[in-house]
């Protein structure tokens, strides 16, 4: 039988992305955002995708599912907000434990942003893991950077894995390295799709991998790679962070390029099939949003290998090998 997955917090569909590709089929998918959720039906028409606020979502007909997982919004928790943590209205973490308690999955997944390992966040991940061990699982938080899965980009997570106890012995965190690309190696082609004379050039300066893509925020004013800190770095690597492009350069153009929101998807792991809905700046602020879909192919992978491992051994035994 094939592993089922409920997928909260799904945006433009990364995380869930990698859950399918690790071997989960999903129940449903849970998002407020109406352009994250054309996304979802744009790329996915089979998916079930609930376009509702997480508080008001109700799980108890999805109890049996085998993982619950989620990219529980970051901002409470960011170094670029007020890290409020627990006092910020988006901290959906409180709704998402509530749905771990009535759906009572085998496994739960959940990522976040660096900024939740900072030392001023140490009661709230006690509590976090806490309120989720009293109902039966080993609770396990740790760093992974998305450039040791072969994505071209410092993109550091924090992830929240919790198994029940019964099948925790099973679980190890991915440990398999994939050396990932340069941005001039992972983005020439599409740099130049329009014939750019300068691509090959561009290409051999732009030869480390992409700083983490940021510029997500609602209340960021439009499309571009983040703050000054942000914008040098990308300038090292000749790209011009300043804003998103809605084409790749033409055939004479002369300076440092934009990004257009393709190669931000690509710098995010996405397959250059995978379509986002809305103009630009709704398809960045997606981009900029997204769990690379290779970090949790991986970390899915070793999820269900951990929660299957009892049935292989039952079927080992019932031949017996």
């Known amino acids: 039988m094939e592993p089922t997955s409920l997928e909260l917090c799904a945006g433009a569909g990364g995380q869930a992305l990698g859950l399918e590709q690790a071997g989960f089929s999903h129940a449903a998918l849970v998002e407020l955002d109406p352009h994250c959720c054309a996304t979802l039906r744009l790329n996915r028409p089979q998916w079930d995708v609930r376009e509702t606020d997480l508080n008001h979502f109700d799980a108890t007909g999805f109890r049996g599912v085998d993982l619950v997982a989620g990219g529980v919004p970051c901002p409470p928790f960011s170094k ?17 434990i509530r749905v771990v308690d009535e759906v009572r999955p085998k496994a739960v997944m959940f990522e976040n942003v660096r900024g939740l390992m900072d030392a001023v966040f140490s009661d ?9 061990a009293k109902m039966g699982y080993e609770t396990y938080w740790r760093l992974l950077n998305a450039s040791d899965f072969g994505v ?4 550091p997570r924090v992830f929240f894995v919790a198994i029940k106890k019964e099948v925790a012995g099973h679980f190890e965190w991915p440990e398999e390295r994939k050396e990932p690309l340069s941005v001039g190696d992972c983005l020439h082609d599409l740099m130049a799709e329009n014939g750019w004379l300068g691509a090959a050039a561009w290409r051999d ?10 510029g997500g925020s609602k209340k960021h004013g439009g499309p571009d ?16 962070g300043h804003g998103v492009s809605d084409h790749p350069p033409a055939r004479d153009f ?13 710098l995010q792991g996405f397959p250059d099939d995978w379509q986002f809905s809305g103009r630009k700046t709704a398809a960045y602020r997606q981009v900029g949003n997204a769990l690379p879909p290779p970090v949790a192919k ?14 292989i051994v039952r079927m080992i035994r019932s031949i017996g090998l």
Do not use: C, H
Request: without cysteine.
């Open 80 to 96: 670029a907000g007020k890290q409020l943590g627990a006092d910020d209205e988006r901290n959906l973490f409180p709704a998402a």
């Open 225 to 240: 790679l983040g703050p000054t800190r942000a914008k040098r770095a990308w300038a090292e690597l000749s790209v011009d």
């Open 152 to 155: 071209p980009q410092l993109r």
């Open 124 to 132: 709230y991940r006690t509590y976090i893991a806490g309120q989720v």
């Open 205 to 214: 300066k732009a030869n480390e991998i992409a700083p983490t893509l940021v």
């Open 298 to 311: 991986n970390l899915a992978g070793q999820i269900l290998k951990a929660i299957s491992a009892p049935r």
């Open 254 to 266: 002369v300076g440092m390029p934009k990004l257009t929101v393709r190669m931000t998807a690509r």
